[in-house]
């Protein structure tokens, strides 16, 4: 049967083999057969602070990763949260069927806002809300993440269930499923086996961009932290080698083989040979997306009119349901 489908992602520059591998990749997978809506998610990224010529190009720029990771403009609805204003409207709804108790359970805030928590914006402690609000509006049946978005998803089932229970509407917000990959869907930070791959990460080493060049993608793979025992001998060894087991990850979400299949592979090799392997298999993999993307930023104008178009279709769905929305609630309809 064919699923509806609804993910977004932050412009906030920087995406990286995490997201790609976590997230966008599926993406691509999910295209085929389903009905696919896949958001640029600013008014997500100003929940901390940015500079409004680069939150701009950032949008525009993953709108090009995703056309260079392979999704289809014509397939999917491609388009970016702000210009269709039902998000934000039905976010505001959302936040008063949601409960403090709830989003105070939220981990990602507390990560986040660290130890200066007083100094966090509003809008980063309702940010999941707003995701819920994303997702809701459009009846999504499916939501491919991370596995670092899973208790963001759980909170969303759990909004969905109260707003019907609340206005005893059973089955007129979807319940979502999510759809996060068993293995594979926390890439880690090259640096720290124990800490996600991130965009926010100061050490540009810790992360591979998908816009870094081949000589970027050597050096930093080369400079990845391992251990120094020699390589696992199976899975049990594997899992308590956090370093090690991020990187037969990655060489295992690009190669489609199982770890089983890789731990013989590198058996009684040192960890360089990985590293060869590895850096071949991402230069393979992922530079001709960065050169993808490169050249589509160069069509400024066509990737505003794929933005477009998505916006207009985005917007006709989510008015409709919208204005269902404000009938349940009871708001009069005046205009
Ligand atoms: P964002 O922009 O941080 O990340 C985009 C997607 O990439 C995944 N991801 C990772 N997966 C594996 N390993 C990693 N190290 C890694 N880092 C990031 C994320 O899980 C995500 O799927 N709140 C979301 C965006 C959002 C959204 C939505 C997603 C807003 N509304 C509605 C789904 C549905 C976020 O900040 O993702």
Redesign the pocket.
Known sequence: MKKKI???????GN??????????KNFVNLQNGNDCIY?V?DL??ITSKQDPKLLNLNSIETVATFLASGLDSKKNIIFN?SSVSAHAEFAWILNCVSRVGWINRMT?FKEKAGTNKENASVGLYV??V???A??LLYD?SH???????KQ??EL?RDIAQKFNNDFSCEGFIKVPEPIIQKE??????LKDGQK????SDLSEQS?INLNDDKDTIINKIKKAKTDSSAFPANKEDLDKRPEAKNLINIYCSISEKTIENAISEFQGKNFSFLKDRLSDLIVEKICPIGNEIRKLLKDKEYLLNVLKEGNQRANAIAQIKLRKIYDKIGFLNLI
């Open positions: 609804f993910s977004g992602v932050q412009p906030s995406l990286h083999l995490g997201n790609y591998l976590g997230a966008i958001c998610v997500h990224a949260q990602q940010y999941p707003l995701m819920a994303d997702i999504a939501v491919p993440v991370g596995n670092d978005q963001h998803l969303t594979f869907s926390r890439i880690m930070s996600k791959m991130s965009k992360r």
